[in-house]
């Protein structure tokens, strides 16, 4: 008797310079993807491969959104401190 979710591997497949990448899925994440996939009458690996990107791109907008701003709490001149700090090259 099987207690428990089961796992589907799930080949995602890249043309040109891509590679060829197994990736353990659940019972749920299968079925909704199917679902979409039926909807938007695109393949899962296609589906995946959407997600991948919307997920790096979001990832790299966090990141340069990190920095920005971090200088306007200070009450140096940013000319002024690098001036500074160069001198002391």
Known sequence: MF???LIYNIDII???DGMRTLVD???NQIQALDELAKKEKRSRAA???QAIDDYLRN????Q???AF???GKRKVDGLA???KVRREW
């Open 69 to 71: 701003g971090l200088w």
């Open 81 to 83: 401190y690098q001036e």
């Open 59 to 62: 990832r790299r907008d966090e």
């Open 25 to 27: 899925i659940g019972d």
């Open 14 to 16: 890249y043309c040109g």
């Open 47 to 49: 589906l995946i491969r």
């Open 3 to 5: 207690f428990g979710q």
């Open 64 to 66: 340069e959104g990190d």
